[in-house]
């Protein structure tokens, strides 16, 4: 096997003993370091170019968890994780690091990260309500975990935060954008229902109010052949008696209350007598 499939495989870096183990010979792991393909991060441990989180954990003696152990279990995130967050036999001071608890779960069977249920247990302690809740979403979500088992190991007075963020999981969610605009439209008080079948449209991501369609859209809906679908999703809406609003990642990630201010004034146009209404559409 190629020293750098092996890599690849252990998450991109490894200890020297297990190199040796796996048969790969000082001179062999030397000749890598020589041609650029591996790079040594400190002593006796060795690691892929670019992404450094398994190299970084076993520098510092410890095991992934919370963000920094979401791409393991390619979990959904609203950030690209800066320094550590880690699992500790003996914490010290580390410049860059997290600390968070010893593990209570079975870790992960070959890497060096916690298992799926400490990772989640973490992220609901340690991240911002928004940041958390994607993770558990996603895991929840995919059936990799159930939220009755979270619950379960989040009881207690001073879990109380943890058990906010499951309060916010929902039984099924499409992408991030989904997560975080039901979290904002409930916030507001709006009557939302989810994932609604509209004869002639199809399945619409929400329903506010029984008369608002509003749709999140991700990246693949820039596709020209996207477009045109959701274009016409849009007109057979509106034929159906429904109003369309459509909103994209900057919308729901970065401007939230513009968002849901958009929204409502949509719903109070729409409430106004019908007369009123059509004078607002011809002015």
């Known amino acids: 096997m190629d020293i750098c499939d092996y890599l690849a495989r252990r998450g991109g870096a490894a200890r020297s003993l297990e190199l040796q183990r796996a048969g790969f010979t000082r001179t062999r792991v030397g000749q890598a370091v020589a041609l650029g393909v591996v790079v040594r991060t400190r002593r006796g441990v060795y690691a892929l170019p670019g992404d450094g989180r398994v190299a970084g954990a076993l520098a510092a003696g410890g095991r992934l968890t919370c963000l920094s152990a979401a791409p393991i279990y390619r979990l959904w995130t609203l950030n690209v994780p800066t320094g550590l967050h880690l699992s500790r036999s003996h914490p010290t001071h580390t410049s860059g690091v997290v600390d968070h608890g010893r593990p209570k779960h079975p ?17 609901v302690h340690c991240l911002p309500e928004l940041e958390a809740l994607v993770m558990v979403q996603s895991a929840v979500g995919a059936g990799d975990i159930s939220r009755d088992f979270l ?5 207690g007075r001073r879990n109380g935060r943890a058990r906010a963020v499951l309060d916010l999981v929902i039984p099924r969610a499409d992408s991030v954008l989904e997560v975080l605009a039901n979290v904002h439209f409930a916030r507001a008080g709006l009557r939302v229902r989810r994932h609604v079948y509209i004869a002639g449209v199809g399945e619409v991501d929400f329903l506010v109010e029984e008369c608002l369609v ?7 809906h820039f596709e020209p052949k996207s477009i045109k679908r959701d ?33 409502q004034a949509v719903l109070r146009v729409w409430r106004r007598p ?3 209404r059509l004078g607002d559409l011809f002015a």
Do not use: F, K
């Open 151 to 155: 619950y379960a190991r989040c009881q």
């Open 231 to 263: 274009q016409r999703r849009n007109n057979r809406s509106i034929v159906g008696g429904y109003l369309v609003l459509r909103y994209y990642y900057e919308d729901v990630i970065h401007r939230p209350e513009a968002m849901v201010a958009e929204v």
């Open 107 to 123: 870790r992960h069977p070959w890497l060096p990260v916690l298992g799926l249920a400490d990772v989640l247990v973490h992220a």
């Open 274 to 276: 019908t007369n009123s």
């Open 214 to 220: 509003v749709e999140t859209d991700g990246s693949t």
